[in-house]
């Protein structure tokens, strides 16, 4: 009796009834592009949903706070000291520019980009702006209205550059050195997991869910609190957040203030003009490394620190011809 098979249900006597091997596909196919279709369509839905909410959520904050008692009590408070943060704001400006006048990373006599060797540099470029070395090949810098803006766009990508690849740096490290354990250490495979629809645990803390298919929205989250204030405050200008009391003393790619700068770096101004041409080189130096991590994780699949170790263990084996000819 043991070697009996079990009797036959109803539902399993059917898989024996032959079909028209068209119709099967048929009636499969569409079935599986229908449930594909309708999950991928309520996700979109929901992150999209979810994310306008979310961010809608701080400007309609400062709207109503602006709007009521307290946005009143706060602009009253700032128009009684205004003044004199206007009068500081404007003396340290003019000390700025004295240092930037006096620094050897700004002006004629700055570095230039090919060093001692002559080249007719173009004369728009006058080195007023931190991290001009006098590079313009294809003239994008002509218009001054143009170049201010290049000037604004680049320090915001030279920012998230050197953010995203600290982020990117960091969890490989500790985990390679065993100080923390991460489900999924590499940064590309972290993002593909994501699509994929995989959950992880963040920090490699059971339950604690956030690279997962339902983590877009704690992203999202995480997005809105640390960009959507400094993104309006940049996009409206440094007045933005004046409704609410709060004054910025700088400008639109360095505003200052406690809010923006709670270490109070732009005390020393020489300090402070020689740390913005630091910013933009270390900035640029993180833009050219996101090429690199790119390209490795194209070509190895592996992330960038275990790319180091292993072209350091074995340079003659592990580089890129090395790489390129095994492809």
Request: net charge neutral; aromatic share 10%.
């Amino acid at each position: 009796m043991a070697l009996l098979p079990p009797p036959a249900s109803p539902s399993s006597l059917c898989s024996f009834i032959p079909r028209p091997p068209s119709l099967t596909l048929k009636s499969t196919t569409n079935l599986t592009f229908s449930k594909r279709r309708r999950s991928v369509c309520t996700a979109s839905w929901q992150e999209l949903v979810g994310v306008v909410v979310l961010s809608a959520i701080p400007f309609t904050a400062v709207k109503a706070i602006a709007n009521s008692a307290l946005g009143e009590s706060l602009q009253r408070r700032l128009e009684e000291r205004k003044k004199v943060a206007v009068e500081n704001s404007s003396r340290f400006k003019a000390l700025a520019q004295n240092a930037r006048n006096r620094s050897l990373w700004y002006g004629e006599e700055r570095p230039r980009w090919l060093g001692p060797i002559p080249y007719d540099y173009p004369a728009y470029l006058t080195g007023e702006l931190p991290g001009d070395y006098g590079f313009d090949v294809v003239g994008l810098s002509k218009d001054p209205v143009a170049f201010q803006r290049y000037f604004n766009f680049e320090i915001l990508h030279a920012r998230w550059a050197m953010l995203a690849a600290f982020g990117a740096l960091v969890p490989e490290i500790l985990d390679l050195l065993g100080a923390f354990h991460f489900v999924e250490p590499v940064w590309w495979r972290v993002g593909y997991s994501k699509l994929k629809g995989d959950t992880l645990d963040y920090l490699g803390i059971p339950g604690l869910h956030v690279a997962g298919s339902q983590g877009v929205i704690v992203i999202a989250i995480c997005q809105v609190l640390l960009m959507v204030g400094p993104e309006y405050a940049r996009y409206c200008g440094i007045e933005a957040l004046e409704p609410l009391g709060i004054y910025l003393p700088g400008d639109i790619n360095y505003p200052g203030g406690e809010l923006f700068d709670p270490l109070n770096l732009s005390k020393d101004p020489v300090a402070f003009e020689e740390l913005k041409v630091k910013e933009i080189k270390n900035g640029r130096l993180a833009m050219v490394a996101w090429l690199g991590f790119y390209s490795q994780a194209a070509l190895t699949g592996k992330g960038p620190v275990q790319n180091l170790l292993e072209h350091i263990s074995d340079p003659l084996h592990n580089n890129l011809l090395s790489i390129l000819n095994l492809m």
